[in-house]
């Protein structure tokens, strides 16, 4: 990023994420950053209504603490992530690039 930069010639750069998807994989770093955090599914976490689709009232109900546990996962993995976009957001201020990029997030 900072070699593409510094070049003088308009450039492209991709960076691809996973996170916050699964398997959730967080730098080391950010494993348990949030494990005394207290969270909440929602109220309509496993709640069931006459007015869902016929697929959602078939559906099994998913175990509470797995879903924390997930909840947490994909919140670590993310901060790790947000860590990174801030490394190139750093670079393109670094390299007076910043005010001449576009950054689209998808």
Do not use: C
């Not at 003088?8 to 950010?30: K, T, V, Y």
């Not at 959602?56 to 998913?62: A, D, V």
């Amino acid at each position: 990023l900072e070699q593409a930069a510094t070049k003088g010639e308009p450039w492209l750069f991709l960076a691809s994420f996973f996170a916050p998807h699964a398997p959730f994989l967080a730098d080391p770093r950010d494993k348990d950053r949030f494990k005394g955090l207290n969270l909440s599914l929602g109220k309509s976490f496993n709640a069931v209504s006459d007015n869902q689709p016929d697929h959602l009232k078939r559906r099994s109900l998913r175990d509470f603490d797995k879903m924390l546990t997930a909840k947490r996962m994909m919140m670590e993995s993310s901060y790790s992530m947000d860590r990174q976009i801030g490394r190139m957001l750093d670079v393109l201020e670094s390299t007076n690039q910043l005010a001449n990029t576009i950054i689209i997030y998808l």
